[in-house]
């Protein structure tokens, strides 16, 4: 996506029109690289989000209002001090960058007024968020750096905050980029003035090109070329005035793509959308959520993948050891064949020829003995074999029914990492993970007591709720539901449980058929099955726990099938 000079001078002027003159109500900091500041303004409330995340930098209004840590970190605790109360007085860029700049005037302890700037660089991996007081000194930053060698600059409190060195040309400057562009011999011309002008993506610069109609491997320019192609350059620097302005986004799935400041015509499929600040919005909200939730459950994911192959691997070496049990018989055979032979051996003999009575055809078989014991002591070595077996027949078996079950259980935390975003929901998977052996039970900060909520649907006034792992499943199943509500599960395949909550009306064919829709979406099957995957359903008072008494393992035997689709419906979700 454009992220550049043109794109962000365009969405910070969307941004000053709602902002300027608004009071900063809240500040807080739900990820380490990511402050969101109530506004209060024109009889509105609005969430400014500014984030420097590296993969991910971005600046809007109206996006997700995400859970706070129980303790606010301190750039944003100082940030509150100094900002809560203050009033925006206007948004705009600095130094013709992607550097936004928040100017507020706000208030010290006695009641003064003290003037700051809120600065945001939306640089990819050098973005970063600066509180600066009136003096250009910087009061706080989110980032610190004693001194970066790339950036020539040192990002610390009480340090001069200046603006990063730059060593291209601006794009406001009409007359140098003239000059510029009459050295230009050939080759790609896009990147050439990426290469010399400074807040160009590359895609807008080959946008340009195709505006003014120059060729992108023009050979050459003649000054009617230079000047069509400048005065382009100047419109797109002010675009948000010009009749170009045409916010739009490209949506792929999961709600992602790209934001465009105008049809940029390399691109097909562009819908155009109310602002640019919308289609920021549904194109990196969405983004930023899944790799959150990826980062946040990265050691969750290795801590699962590392159980689930322990437990197979055991399960492995114990079916094997199992194999070996099916001699247990045989071994107590070749004692029994061995002390009836006893008057025909001696010790030192290496093998014994005996004829297997137990064998209806009475054939003569070789049985291999240790030739420093006596025959009566081959005998019971071989008895000993047999007893030991026959010991380990039993322990594994029992160890092979514990090792199904654990296995059984671990298997739907899969989709429940897929599932969880916030951060009750990972601690709940942190425990669970813990209580089973894949992580290391480690002391916890205290936290609230309010648990996360499942996921809630309403169709056609039936309310289905979605448990998200094995603590919501249980918790939904046997303490929620009633036993006239419908619970649902996808057969042979791992995955949420669905309740459809009836409250004592029948439920309908279509809000049966939907809940299990999204039952199949919320599990293990789709990704077995590109078509149809089948589904049970029953009143919930047909369920009984598991007798292991694991979390959210069920047993029933009256029950339908259904065969469906997977969907998510959000259409449905409850808001």
Known sequence: MPNDYVTIKALVSEIDNFAKGGKIDKVNMPEKDEICINVRNQGQNRLLTISCN?????????????????TAPSFCMHLRKHLTGGIINSVSLLGEDRIVCFDI????????????????????????????????????????????????????????????????????????????????????????????????????????????GIAINANKLDDKDIDRLVNTLLEYCDIINSPKYSPCALIGENMGGDFFVTKYQEFDGLQPTQSLNRAVVLCTVEKDRLERRQDRTKFLQKAFNSQRKKLLSKLEKDKNKLQECERTEEMKKLGDLILSNAWALKKGDKVAKVVDYFDENAPTIEIPLDERLTPQQNSQAYYKKYAKLKRTYAAVTE?????????????????????????????????????????????????????????????????????????????????????????????????????????????????????????????????????????????????????????????????????????????????
């Open 54 to 70: 590296a993969n991910n930098p971005r600046i809007h209004l109206d996006g997700d209002k995400k859970q706070n840590p129980l």
């Open 105 to 212: 005037t706000s208030h010290n302890e006695m009641r003064d007024k003290v003037d700051f700037k809120l600065i945001a660089e939306m640089m990819g991996r050098y973005s970063n968020i600066l509180l600066i007081k009136g003096n250009s000194t910087i009061s706080d930053t989110l980032k610190q750096v004693s001194y970066d060698t790339m950036t020539k600059r040192c990002l610390l409190a009480g340090a001069k905050y200046e603006l990063p060195p730059q060593s291209k040309l601006l794009p406001t400057q009409n007359k140098k980029i003239s000059q510029l562009l009459k050295s230009y011999n050939g080759n790609d011309l896009a990147k050439f003035l990426i290469s010399n002008v400074s807040g160009l993506a590359l895609i807008t610069a080959r946008q340009i090109l195709l505006d003014c």
């Open 399 to 575: 160890q092979l029914e514990k090792l199904m079950q654990d296995i059984e259980y671990l298997e739907p935390i899969a989709p429940s990492l897929e599932i969880c975003s916030t951060s009750d929901e990972i601690a709940e998977l942190e425990d669970e993970l813990a209580s089973i052996g894949a992580l290391k039970k480690i002391r916890k900060e205290k936290r609230k007591t309010k648990p996360s909520q499942p996921i809630a649907y309403e169709v056609d006034e039936f309310v289905i709720l979605v448990g998200k792992n094995n603590l919501q499943n249980d918790k939904l199943t046997f303490k929620v539901a009633n036993g006239g509500d419908l619970w649902i599960h996808t057969k042979d395949a791992h995955g949420s449980h669905v309740i459809v909550f009836a409250e004592a009306r029948e439920i309908p064919n279509k809000v049966t058929q939907i809940a299990c829709e999204i039952a199949a979406y919320y599990s293990l099957g789709k990704k077995d099955s590109g078509s149809k995957i089948p589904c049970d359903y029953t009143p919930r008072r047909n369920l009984k726990r598991h007798p292991s008494g694991k979390m959210g393992m069920v047993l029933y035997t009256t029950y339908k099938t259904a065969m469906v689709i997977p969907n998510e419906h959000k259409e449905y979700l409850s808001k």
